[in-house]
């Protein structure tokens, strides 16, 4: 039952930030309370016994995505222009959740041993890691062996992306094209 | 009721997606739509990990104890790759916002379908 007040906690915690994400129309502000959206989520992930998730979700939510916001609002207006409550919006986000929340009241309970998804191939995983890898961690053992293609592949997603960002932003050509400029 | 209870985190985490959602698809400042993701993109995170939270378990981390109850681990290594494609795709986003604002120096919506309105009626007032 303690788990429940410290995810209730925490999930408080988090919609009080999220909320004040939306409201606030200084971006610097914005960009900030992200990060510190992603630095409690990682608090829950650790509650809910993902503790590498949580390292990543602090390492890489927290921290890098919020440099790369932070360059990016050294480069753009720091200041959202004020808007109005938006209903057709606001209506949609609520009708998305009414239909969400009768999906998943056919899932099974929070924290259920029997449920399906640990009962398939989840166990043989916990078993096999430690004789076919031999290493204690068992998220790292599917991560980089039982699963190492998957990984390659989010490396050739993150490589693709570096390359689009690079020519979207185009380092070069236009340093060659504004040759004469002294800003370029 | 008995739903509530058994399926509270579950609420609680569609409650903070839609947040995140509103954001996206109401505000006009392109950042802030970037943070709305990102706020959506957590809460999805949060929804997969808790299907893999077993009830008195612990990390997926061997403890040689064959009594021990572990969280599920599949769905950790998804949301891992997840985490890490979200920052990527992220990068690109806010890549493209810089880029708009060297355009057409706004990155508010209606500012920029006003800017793009105007130049297409000059162009077809040209031909």
Redesign the interface.
């Known amino acids: 039952m303690s788990g429940f007040f410290v995810n209730a906690a925490l999930i408080s915690l988090l919609t009080l930030i999220a909320f004040l994400a939306i409201r606030l129309h200084r971006l610097f502000a914005v960009v900030m309370l992200s990060g510190a959206f992603s630095l409690v989520a990682a608090t829950l992930f650790v509650v809910l016994d993902a503790v590498d998730v949580a390292f990543t979700e602090a390492a890489v939510g927290a921290g890098i995505s919020t440099i790369l916001a932070l360059a990016t609002l050294s480069l753009v207006p720091a200041n959202e222009k004020p808007h109005d409550f938006a209903f057709v919006p606001a209506f949609l986000a609520f009708a998305t959740a009414a239909m969400l929340a009768v999906a998943v009241a056919d899932l099974p309970a929070f924290g259920d041993v029997n449920a399906p998804i640990h009962n398939h191939v989840a166990p043989d995983y916990l078993k096999g890691s430690a004789e076919d890898i031999a290493i204690p961690n068992v998220v790292t053992s599917v991560l980089a062996s039982y699963r190492g293609f998957d990984t390659l592949g989010e490396t050739v997603v993150v490589f693709t992306a570096a390359i689009a960002v690079l020519l979207v932003l185009g380092g070069w050509t236009r340093r060659k094209e504004d040759g004469e400029d002294d800003n370029a | 009721m008995s ?1 509530l209870i ?18 996206v ?5 392109m ?2 739509k ?3 993701l ?2 959506f993109q ?1 809460s999805v ?2 929804l997969y ?7 008195n ?7 040689g104890d064959t009594t021990t ?9 998804l ?3 997840a ?10 986003g ?6 708009v ?1 060297e355009s057409y120096g ?3 919506d209606d ?1 920029l379908i006003k800017i793009i309105e105007t130049e297409e009626n000059a162009e077809a007032g040209d031909a």
């Open positions: 739903n058994a399926h509270w985190n579950y609420f609680l985490v569609i409650a903070l997606m839609m947040i995140g959602f509103y954001a698809i109401a505000r006009g400042n950042v802030k970037m943070v709305g990102s706020i957590t995170f949060m990990i808790s299907m893999g939270k077993v009830a378990g612990t990390a997926p981390i061997l403890t109850l572990y969280a599920n681990p599949l769905p950790h290594v949301i891992l790759t985490i890490v494609v979200g920052v990527a795709t992220t990068a690109v806010y890549a493209l916002i810089i880029r604002y706004t990155i508010e500012e």
